[in-house]
């Protein structure tokens, strides 16, 4: 939870989080890993590197497109009226 909250800036609960890894698990795209701290330490399988590459790339088009879409749209003044 606490790297979550470093690197994204998100605070999750402990259900988010811990559903999550669940969901994850079940779906084959990660594994848990032995461990001999308190903490359970995960790994992509090849299916989640997978998927996570299509995400990844999908994010990209995504961006690449609002990106294209910023640079041709005319500039907006906005002007607050009073009252």
């Not at 989080?17 to 969901?23: C, E, F, V």
């Not at 090849?46 to 910023?70: I, P």
């Amino acid at each position: 939870m606490q790297d979550i909250e470093e690197f994204a800036g998100v605070r999750l609960g402990p259900g988010s989080l811990y559903g999550a890894i669940t969901r994850l698990e079940e779906r084959g795209l990660i594994r848990p890993l032995s461990s001999d701290s308190r903490t359970r330490p995960y790994e992509l399988t090849s299916a989640g590197r997978t998927v996570l590459q299509s995400v990844v790339s999908e994010m990209r088009a995504l961006v690449d497109e609002v990106t294209s879409r910023l640079s041709r749209a005319p500039r907006v003044v906005l002007q607050r009226s009073g009252s």
